[in-house]
């Protein structure tokens, strides 16, 4: 089984900056990739970022050049950068890793329990 447990949100003033962490344990073999998701109240989990086990990036257009996101292989945690945050970054941001067990033959995605960050105007 694997287990993600993410770190750092919170209550943030528009413009503030705030840095979510994320850490994978368990039977891990290797991630192939991690993500970041949010939710917002009455609205679809949307992707915020992901990153690749070789370092390839993807941003939502709303975060580009705002957000950053990181990886460490060695340690299996991913972190995301947020600066100049904006009242619409509220949301319940989740951590997901594609992951391959030693006890799994295919991948398999994991989800962690989510942390609140709210941006105040």
């Known amino acids: 089984q694997v287990q993600l447990v993410e770190s750092g949100g919170g209550l943030v003033q528009a413009g503030g900056s705030l840095r979510l962490s994320c850490a994978a344990s368990?039977?891990?073999?290797?991630?192939?990739?991690m993500s970041w998701y949010r939710q917002a109240p009455g609205k679809q989990r949307e992707l915020v970022a992901v990153i690749t086990r070789e370092g390839s990036t993807h941003y939502a257009d709303s975060v580009k050049g705002r957000f950053t996101i990181s990886m460490d292989n060695a340690v299996h945690t991913v972190n995301l950068q947020m600066n100049n945050l904006k009242p619409e970054d509220t949301a319940v941001y989740y951590c997901n890793a594609n992951v391959v067990t030693w006890t799994r033959a295919s991948a398999y995605d994991y989800w962690g329990q989510g942390t609140q960050v709210t941006v105040s105007s």
């Open positions: 368990g039977t891990i073999r290797f991630i192939s990739a």
